[in-house]
């Protein structure tokens, strides 16, 4: 858990860095409808999230720098036992007060009313632009209600910045504490990767494996952080396959990529290993070239090297690795400047891990590929799929997909490996395997 006093440093440290004639607005997620009253499972917005704690829809938060009447405003739902005894209990203002640290709060039903006066006297509006049009409107109306007091002599917002831009950048660098839930996250991830080596067996169905997932992360409280792809075969070829629902195979690969999402941080694993427990000698080959592109790329996470550095690494190694293979022909340096490659591996190693699967924060400045620095944490996700089409490849290769993805903290030393107490080398999987089938 992040503790309150951890979210109001972070509003503190927002509020420092957009200074005094700002006002920033962040609501919270809209409840998403499935069909007619049902509900999507409600996941609050992750900036909403990284300033509050706050769980609950309709809400919107507003941070108010040198305010005399209070900086950290919350417009939230009013307590109503009629309606807490149909969906559960709510904070309330009072709550948002007491137990969210808020220097105020109002019922949401009042934001019209107050917010403008608010946003009046103020030049620049922080807040995420186009992200949801509806909010959007109302924004536009409380600002233009705030220009109404310009006649009065009152300064209006003149400036909008948009928000992501600032804390987009705070939310890279992670915490003691958010890594302490990171690494949660990330076990219980791979307690539920070791679960499906240690069950799966030829002749069940791909959706048996993802139960056996969606069970090890609802067991420890988690949810996932993504639609886990559980893909046997060729269906490990389709980078976004998650249909989830066809037989696996005796001499087959299961890739799974699949994340557990803790106090709505995200883990990002996958793993390939043999349904009936044994790697032949072609999926084996292949699998060597992943990994030793992973634990080179992991060599490059740290302080001080481009964002870039870890995926020409992985590039670096599977090209090298298909040439000796006989799937690319000619010099390591041609297929990389000609991009040859791409047609086995075709995706970039890796990611920004956080609040969200994909996180925010920018990978280049100026044009440029940042460098890492400590508190960040990436993903590292090298893979080789060979179409089960593929022309010109020999037939044992065709339709193997492979795909080996960690999660990486970078740190003053080494790089800290968030996922490795699940196996991604080969011999320990199918040791693990073999276990579990004794
Ligand atoms: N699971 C999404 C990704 O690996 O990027
Ligand atoms: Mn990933
Ligand atoms: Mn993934």
Redesign the pocket.
């Given at each position: 858990m992040i503790e309150q006093k951890e979210y109001a440093r972070r509003r503190k440290q927002l509020m420092r860095i957009v200074g005094d004639e700002a006002i920033c607005i962040v609501p919270a997620a809209p409840e998403r409808v499935r069909n007619n009253d049902s509900h999507y499972p409600y996941r609050q917005d992750s900036d909403f999230h990284y300033l509050t704690g706050f769980g609950e829809p309709e809400a919107v938060l507003a941070l108010i720098p040198g305010r005399e009447h209070g900086e950290q405003i919350l417009f939230c739902r009013e307590r109503d036992p009629e309606r807490e005894a149909w969906d559960g209990a709510r904070a309330g203002a009072e709550g948002a007060v007491a137990d969210y640290g808020m220097d105020d709060a109002f019922p949401i039903g009042d934001i019209d009313d107050i917010l403008p006066g608010m946003i009046e006297g103020r030049t620049r509006v922080y807040y995420h632009f186009g992200r949801d049009v509806e909010f959007d409107t109302k924004l536009i109306g409380w600002v233009n209600r705030a220009r109404e007091a310009v006649r009065r002599g009152v300064r209006a917002p003149h400036e909008f910045v948009a928000l992501g831009h600032v804390l987009h950048d705070l939310r890279l660098y992670k915490t003691r504490s958010e890594l302490r839930v990171m690494r949660r996250a990330a076990k219980i991830a791979a307690d539920a990767h070791a679960r499906a080596m240690r069950t799966v067996c030829a002749g069940m169905n791909e959706h048996e494996i993802e139960a056996e997932l969606l069970h090890a992360f609802r067991k420890q409280g988690a949810v996932p952080s993504?639609e886990p792809?559980v893909a046997g075969g060729a269906n490990g070829c389709v980078l976004h396959y998650r249909a989830n629902n066809a037989p696996l195979k005796d001499g087959d690969l299961l890739l799974i990529?699949a994340?557990a999402e803790v106090d709505c941080y995200a883990s990002?694993i996958?793993r390939t290993f043999p349904i009936n427990g044994k790697f032949s000698a072609a999926q084996r080959a292949l699998y060597d070239i992943v990994l030793a592109a992973q634990r080179a790329a992991i060599a490059e996470v740290r302080p001080g090297r481009p964002f870039i550095a870890y995926h020409d690494a992985a590039v670096r190694v599977i090209t090298a690795g298909l040439i000796k293979l006989g799937l690319l022909k000619g010099s390591v340096q041609k297929n990389i400047e000609e991009g040859a490659y791409r047609r086995f591996y075709m995706h970039k190693t890796g990611?920004w891990l956080g609040l969200d699967?994909?996180d925010v924060g920018d990978y280049r400045i100026d044009g440029e590929y940042r460098e890492l620095e400590p508190g960040m944490v990436v993903?590292v996700?090298p893979g080789i799929y060979i179409a089960p089409d593929a022309k010109g490849v020999d037939a044992k290769w065709r339709g193997i997909g492979i795909r080996i993805?960690d999660d990486v903290v970078v740190t003053r030393g080494e790089p800290e490996i968030l996922t490795s107490s699940v196996p991604n080398d080969p011999d320990e999987i199918e040791a693990l395997m073999a276990e579990a089938r004794a």
């Open positions: 993504y792809i990529d994340g990002d996958t990611h699967v994909h993903t996700e993805e």
